[in-house]
């Protein structure tokens, strides 16, 4: 995905022992042209990493970071466990509040760190992915801790050239992501135009609170989760930066 491509690019640049796991049609274009990062805020580039659609034939991760959409999540585990070794870490940077949950039952509480990716990028063609806003990183441990391992991704994401950050309480993060997304994601497509469009009308405020306020009443209920109580207010100064987008 667009992502995982984008971040695992970057990680592939600096590491020549980066690999990636791909469907076979996007294995094929990498395999032949490389995997390119077209950027809009910043250099683009190409890189060569060692590709597969078979996880058995890439070389057994320390780490594997997870850029798939939570619907692909059952198959990609399925795949990815033949491959996962005693010390082998699971870095999800996928959209949903229960992702880290769902890893945690089929590999381990030890094995699963969450994060939050902030980034607009599209796949332009198999191979070929376009950047457009931010591209940074948060993690987090799922208990809170900041420990040896995280310290170890930070440096590695940050010696990439990707900005990363350490948040200790990575689901209060990933619930304020769900907050935006549970807004912008479902305006733009019933409007078919950008973010701008629903912040420059007055009328889509009240809706823009009341979705805001219900995600935040999930989250409490859900998994006792505190959000702001100003996350109305948040979620529009967020979306200011992110004027020009759509989420189609």
Request: hydrophobic share 45%.
């Amino acid at each position: 995905g667009s992502v995982g491509g984008y971040f695992g690019a970057h990680l592939a640049r600096h590491n020549p022992n980066v690999s990636f796991l791909l469907r076979p049609r996007t294995r094929e274009a990498v395999a032949k042209n490389g995997l390119t990062i077209r950027s809009a805020i910043g250099e683009s580039f190409t890189v060569h990493p060692t590709v597969a659609s078979d996880p058995k034939e890439l070389p057994q991760p320390d780490l594997i970071v997870l850029g798939i959409k939570a619907y692909d999540l059952d198959e990609v585990m399925d795949q990815i466990e033949p491959i996962v070794k005693p010390g082998t870490i699971i870095l999800t940077l996928q959209n949903g509040v229960t992702i880290e949950d769902t890893l945690m039952a089929r590999f381990g509480r030890e094995r699963i760190v969450g994060g939050v990716a902030f980034i607009y990028s599209k796949i332009a063609e198999p191979g070929v992915i376009d950047h457009y806003k931010k591209g940074m990183l948060t993690i987090g441990e799922p208990l809170g801790m900041e420990t040896p391992r995280l310290q170890a991704m930070l440096a590695l994401f940050k010696g990439a050239g990707i900005p990363c950050l350490i948040n200790p309480d990575i689901r209060r993060a990933k619930w304020e992501k769900m907050c935006w997304n549970c807004v912008f994601n479902p305006l733009t497509v019933l409007l078919n135009d950008r973010v701008a469009k629903a912040l420059d009308h007055p009328e889509f405020q009240p809706v823009i609170a009341t979705i805001v306020r219900e995600v935040s009443a999930v989250a409490m209920a859900v998994h006792r989760v505190p959000l702001d109580e100003d996350m109305p207010e948040k979620v529009v100064r967020w979306a200011q930066e992110l004027r020009d987008i759509c989420t189609l």
